[in-house]
Nanobody, 130 residues
Framework: QVPLAESGGGSVQAGGSLTLSCSVS????????MGWFRQAPGKGREVIAS???????VDADSVKGRFTVSQDFAKSNLYLQMNNLKPEDTAMYYC????????????????????????WGQGTQVTVSS
């Protein structure tokens, strides 16, 4: 069974909205940490929003005020609500998870922050036209 599976990507005009979903098939009894990452053509993968095991969220400056990460009560689905989309938001979007907080960027900092989650989805494409 695929541990993470994204859906909801598509094409939208600038200023529009999309909601991405990520189905989570991991152990729900253990604390885990999750994040949304994106990778634009020719650029590295960046974390844009993270959520810890208590539901606390942290957003990157590039999406703060426009994107909102959330999860359902059972923690079996992760969401990314994206509003006021811009052409520079065009990228492949991935959800990721790990049982160690040190592997999810925005939730950790300093030398003990590796930002390399163990579990990844296959990605979903978001394209924003001007």
């Amino acid at each position: 069974q695929v541990p993470l599976a994204e859906s909801g990507g598509g094409s939208v005009q600038a200023g529009g909205s999309l909601t991405l979903s990520c189905s989570v098939s991991l152990d729900t009894t253990s604390s885990k940490y999750m994040g949304w990452f994106r990778q634009a053509p020719g650029k590295g993968r960046e974390v844009i929003a993270s959520i810890d095991s208590d539901g606390q969220t942290v957003d990157a400056d590039s999406v703060k005020g426009r994107f909102t990460v959330s999860q359902d009560f059972a923690k079996s689905n992760l969401y990314l609500q994206m509003n006021n989309l811009k052409p520079e938001d065009t990228a492949m979007y991935y959800c990721a998870a790990d049982y160690q907080i040190t592997r999810i960027g925005l939730l950790c900092s300093g030398d003990n922050c590796f930002n390399r989650p163990k579990y990844w989805g296959q990605g979903t494409q978001v394209t924003v036209s001007s």
